[in-house]
């Protein structure tokens, strides 16, 4: 009797849905603790346990009917994946490489320990210590929780000192993270994958076009980023990987900089499959989804070559339309040769509820192809193809 691996994902989110496609390709089984019985990945999964991931009893239960656990988020107690870690339990990534995406002040002492370019940063206690720090780089600068934040939340900009005094309900007690505000052209990201035994491949850089600090579009690869800037931030991703012991995928995510340092700054790390990825879905040989579940089982890595000259990724996010499918025949219509990826979620204001992937055909320019990538994603939210004010601005701040 031919036997299989059993994959488990703790999160039941729209990254868990997509593993499983891959996860029947490949024969492999896949099982999710899920927040609830209506989230993402339920429906897409044969055996899905809802349950708390906070709760040490259901998280060793869950990881004893599985060979190895991975993650959909990085939310989960580092102390309790330790605890898991000392029992024998297989995690990918482990906890010493997972807590420099769950906490910003690791990641920021890591890059700097490997000479890699940070911006300016500084743990800070109080509003006193930012106001030290503003003074030494100048306002404005940018107040992170260390933990916990994402598309936006936990960041606060602020522009002056009087903006510091409006924020004193962010110090209460622990340490804050703040960085220098960067002046970048644009947001880059690489996506790599590692597995146990060291092997790691790499995805084309890609350009991450932010509107109201989430993701809304993707280009692959990067456009007009020279080779020696792509070259150096790759080597930089995949040196990251093995100092950290990633395994699985991870995105980093960085500013561009033209003319000042290296060109680039490292902004954060995600140790998972991430939104910058979704294009290598229908765009490269292996798809990310495929490839993290590669990684964990210390199998060899997929190719990662782009099977177009260039794809666009954008992100559908909840509007006015409630009806998706009932939008179906006319954006589907609309794109033919587009992709559609619906997370089987409720649709709510401003939440990630799918994507879209356009391929250029041969010859076709780049704007084509976010044209009617935008064109397709417009209709699914909308029900029409005009987009929204808040889908027009293509340019995002750190």
């Not at 370019?117 to 003074?135: L, Y």
């Not at 598309?151 to 002056?160: A, F, P, S, Y």
């Not at 991870?250 to 939104?275: D, I, K, Q, S």
């Not at 989804?289 to 996010?317: C, I, Y």
Request: with cysteine; glycine share 10%.
């Amino acid at each position: 009797m031919v036997t299989f691996p059993v994959i488990g994902v703790v999160g039941g989110g729209q990254l868990a849905r997509m593993m499983a496609g891959p996860a029947v390709e490949l024969g492999l089984e896949l099982r999710v603790l899920a927040e609830g019985p209506d989230v993402s990945a339920v429906a897409a999964v044969a055996h899905a346990q809802v349950g708390d991931y906070r709760d040490p009893q259901v998280l060793r239960a869950f990881a004893a009917g599985v060979d190895v656990v991975t993650f959909d988020h990085e939310h989960v107690p580092g102390e309790l994946l330790e605890e898991l870690a000392r029992e024998g339990v297989s995690l990918h990534p482990a906890p010493a490489a997972l807590r420099h995406a769950q906490d910003k002040l690791v990641m920021r002492r890591a890059v700097e320990d490997l000479g890699l370019p940070n911006p300016r940063w500084r743990a800070v206690r109080n509003p006193a210590e930012v106001e030290d720090f503003a003074a030494a780089t100048g306002w404005p600068v940018v107040l992170k929780t260390p933990r916990g934040g994402y598309d936006g939340k936990g960041v606060l900009v602020l522009r002056d000192a009087a903006a510091l005094a409006a924020a004193d309900t962010w110090f209460t007690g622990g340490e804050l993270l703040v960085e220098q505000f960067v002046p970048f052209s644009r947001e880059l990201s690489v996506l790599v994958a590692r597995r146990p035994s060291g092997e790691a491949a790499a995805w084309p850089v890609v350009e991450s076009i932010q509107v109201d600090s989430v993701c809304d579009e993707v280009i692959a690869p990067a456009p007009e980023l020279s080779d020696d800037l792509a070259d150096a931030v790759t080597a930089a991703a995949l040196r990251l990987a093995e100092a950290l012991g990633v395994t699985g995928v991870m995105a980093v995510e960085l500013f561009e900089t033209p003319g000042a340092g290296a060109g680039y700054l490292v902004n954060e790390l995600a140790m998972r499959p991430h939104n910058s990825g979704h294009w290598t879905m229908d765009g490269a040989i292996t798809g990310q989804f495929e490839q993290h579940l590669r990684a964990v089982l210390d199998l060899p890595l997929g190719a990662t070559d782009p099977v177009s000259r260039s794809t666009v990724m954008k992100n559908v996010l909840g509007g006015p339309n409630t009806d998706i499918y009932g939008a179906y025949r006319s954006a589907l219509s609309s794109g033919p040769s587009a992709k559609v990826h619906f997370y089987g979620k409720d649709v709510r204001p401003g939440r990630k509820i799918g994507h879209v992937n356009a391929l250029a055909a041969p010859g076709e320019l780049l704007a084509d192809v976010r044209a009617r990538a935008s064109r397709v994603a417009a209709i699914l939210r909308n029900g029409t193809d005009q987009p929204s004010a808040d889908q027009e601005s293509p340019k995002g701040t750190q």
